[in-house]
T-cell receptor
C-alpha cells in the first residue's frame, strides 16, 4: 500500500534556529497537508497544498508540494519553545477517497 | 467549544469486553472520519461517513469494529471482544465535503485493553 517516509524522526534544536523536515512517498498524491500534534491532543492542520510546485506560508511556516507529487517539505523559521510537538505530513490519494495517509511524524524539541 | 468532541477521553477495559466511543462533529460538517493512532505512529484511516452513509472502510476495520452515524450527526465506534492490540487512541475528525482537505480532529479517545 501507499506509505509516507518522513524525516528526520526527531530534532532537538536551539530557540531561534530554522527547522526543515520532509516527506516522501512511493506514489503520487493529489494533496499534501502538514499537521502538528501536541501530547494528548488531536492533530491540528497547519498548511494544505493543492498543486504540484505550490509554495505556501503560514506565519513562520512554509511548505512546498514537490513537482513530482511524491514529496513535500515543511520549514519553520526562527523556532520558539511553543513549536515543540510532533509534526505529521499527510497525503490524499487521487480518486474518490476521504482517506489521508500520514507519515510517522517528526518530533521537534526546542531548547530555550 | 464548537470543535469536534469525543467521549470518553480515556477508557480502560478488560480483554474481551466491548467498548463504544462517541464523536460529535462540528455542527455543519457533513463528513465524519475515524482514525486510529498508536504511540510513535501517525494516524491510520479507519472509515468515513458522508452524512449517514458510510462511504469507505479500511482493511484495518475488522469485523469486530463497527461504526455508525445514524442521523448524519454524531457517530459511534464500537469495538467488540477487545484485544490488547486494540489499545490505541481513536481519533474522530470532521469536514465539509466541499472542503474535504480542511479536516478538524477531535482530542481523541484513549483505549487501553488490559
Amino acid at each position: 500500500g501507499q506509505q509516507l517516509n518522513q524525516s528526520p524522526q526527531s530534532m532537538f534544536i536551539q530557540e531561534g534556529e530554522d527547522v526543515s523536515m520532509n516527506c516522501t512517498s512511493s506514489s503520487i498524491f493529489n494533496t499534501w497537508l502538514w499537521y502538528k500534534q501536541d501530547p494528548g491532543e488531536g492533530p491540528v492542520l497547519l498548511i494544505a497544498l493543492y498543486k504540484a510546485g505550490e509554495l505556501t506560508s503560514n506565519g513562520r511556516l512554509t511548505a512546498q508540494f514537490g513537482t513530482t507529487r511524491k514529496d513535500s517539505f515543511l520549514n519553520i523559521s526562527a523556532s520558539i519553545p511553543s513549536d515543540v510537538g510532533i509534526y505529521f505530513c499527510a497525503g490524499r490519494p487521487f480518486g474518490n477517497t476521504g482517506k489521508l495517509i500520514f507519515g510517522q511524524g517528526t518530533t521537534l524539541q526546542v531548547k530555550p | 467549544d464548537t470543535g469536534v468532541s469525543q467521549d470518553p477521553r480515556h477508557k480502560i477495559t478488560k480483554r474481551g469486553q466491548n467498548v463504544t466511543f462517541r464523536c460529535d462533529p462540528i455542527s455543519e460538517h457533513n463528513r465524519l472520519y475515524w482514525y486510529r493512532q498508536t504511540l510513535g505512529q501517525g494516524p491510520e484511516f479507519l472509515t468515513y461517513f458522508q452524512n449517514e452513509a458510510q462511504l469507505e472502510k479500511s482493511r484495518l476495520l475488522s469485523d469486530r469494529f463497527s461504526a455508525e452515524r445514524p442521523k448524519g450527526s454524531f457517530s459511534t465506534l464500537e469495538i467488540q471482544r477487545t484485544e490488547q492490540g486494540d489499545s490505541a487512541m481513536y481519533l474522530c475528525a470532521s469536514s465539509l465535503w466541499q472542503e474535504a482537505n480542511t479536516i478538524y480532529f477531535g482530542e481523541g479517545s484513549w483505549l487501553t485493553v488490559v
